[in-house]
């Protein structure tokens, strides 16, 4: 594995643009949120300095009412589009108007545990915070936390949001170019009516620029995203710990948790006995189990009637956790977000595997995603059940969490 340690090293310094890390090159030529957060991880097993950098940076882009954009635009791309001048939020940097997952404060909690950087961490910790806060003011409902766009989730044709999607209206967005089907093979990304509605959801946040208020009221799609709960319930109980190393206050952070953990019947399918993804305008639940819900080990939620299912759904396939369970209609295993296994969920997944004690489960969920990466090389993710690689090449989030988890 010496060999592969050194390929990834080479990605991730290939994909430095000075001080943030593009996730592929071509594909995503800008900084992503929390594909920077698994960046920041990876750096820190050789470069530390940098790997704090990393977070600096992505938190340059911090708006003013703490959100954190999914994408900063640096520089310009020809060859991304929806670009700064369709979201068009006025901001400096440039930035698309909705957020991404929140692993940062996750992340950098094991970052510095790993390598260390107490006042890099403490320079970072209102950040954290403020951007917490905001998720708490502007995402959290009913206890849940939601996205207002599947780009939000960073699970972007998931079958989680077909509920939503259904109600969006992509009709009127009139004409305009992909460039990601001009990258990679356009079976493994989202489809075109897929695409429209993506737009129509921008378009309403450029409408009202980018207004919480009237996006949440009156926007087109808000669903709570389980993925994204446990997410947040870990990271605020981490940004607490790092509260109480730096001597800060942790109260705040410990009572968000809280609260979401108290919400989560909210998220409950009782059909599916699982956590699910679940429409807040209609109140309808996605109809299949997504990995998200896998996430639930990472909050410390056990529940034995969801791990049944998670674990017969593991069994359907012969590598990793797939994004959606193989037993669904919906399932399609090279499309993007609707059956592929993504080597970076695994690790989160792992880590709450950890976390729980469940050691033999987390050794398994490392020895199939390395299968996947030692075959098929550094790829975005890959069929679950032939182990094909898909969608973008030498990737950052890939190359990272082998360096930080799977090697
Ligand atoms: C894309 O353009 O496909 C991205 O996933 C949006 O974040």
């Not at 020895?367 to 973008?392: N, V």
Request: charged share 25%.
């Amino acid at each position: 594995d010496d060999d592969l340690d050194a390929a990834a090293r080479a990605i991730l310094t290939g994909n430095d643009r000075g001080g943030y890390t593009i996730p592929t090159a071509g594909l995503y030529p800008f900084q992503w949120n929390w594909d920077s957060a698994f960046a920041a991880w990876g750096f820190s097993t050789f470069d530390p300095d940098r790997a704090w950098t990393e977070l600096e940076t992505l938190f340059s882009g911090q708006w003013g009412t703490g959100m954190v954009p999914h994408i900063i635009f640096h520089r310009d791309d020809e060859g991304y589009f929806p670009g700064p001048d369709v979201w068009r939020t006025g901001t400096t940097p440039p930035s698309s108007g909705i957020s991404q997952p929140p692993v940062a404060a996750i992340l950098a909690r094991m970052i510095h545990a790993r390598a260390g950087g107490t006042e890099r961490l403490r320079a970072l910790y209102p950040r954290l915070l403020a951007w917490h806060r905001w998720w708490r003011d502007w995402r959290c409902v009913e206890g849940v936390a939601c996205v207002t766009h599947p780009w939000e989730s960073g699970r972007d044709n998931c079958p989680d949001w077909d509920p939503g999607m259904a109600n969006v209206d992509g009709s009127q967005v009139g004409p305009y170019q992909r460039r990601d089907t001009g990258h990679v093979d356009a079976s493994m990304r989202p489809g075109k009516e897929d695409y429209d509605r993506y737009l129509a959801m921008v378009q309403f946040g450029r409408a009202c620029g980018w207004d919480q208020a009237t996006i949440l009221k009156d926007g087109p799609f808000l669903m709570a995203d389980p993925a994204i709960t446990f997410i947040l319930i870990r990271a605020n109980r981490d940004l607490a710990a790092i509260a109480g190393e730096l001597g800060e206050d942790p109260a705040e952070p410990l009572a968000w948790a809280a609260e979401l953990e108290d919400g989560l019947p909210g998220i409950w399918n009782d059909d599916l006995q699982a956590y699910c993804a679940r429409d807040m305008q209609t109140g309808t639940f996605a109809r299949s189990i997504s990995s998200g819900a896998a996430l639930g080990l990472l909050a410390g939620i056990e529940n034995r009637a969801m791990e049944e299912k998670l674990g017969a759904i593991w069994d359907r396939v012969r590598y990793g956790i797939p994004s959606n369970d193989p037993a669904s209609d919906s399932f399609d295993p090279r499309r993007y977000w609707r059956g592929p296994t993504w080597p970076v969920v695994n690790a989160l997944i792992a880590v709450g595997l950890n976390s729980a004690g469940r050691t033999a489960e987390e050794h398994r969920l490392r020895e199939e995603t390395a299968a996947l990466i030692r075959q098929g090389g550094f790829f975005e993710y890959f069929d679950p059940i032939d182990g094909t690689a898909c969608g973008g090449d030498r990737f950052t989030w890939t190359a990272a969490i082998w360096l930080a988890w799977a090697s």
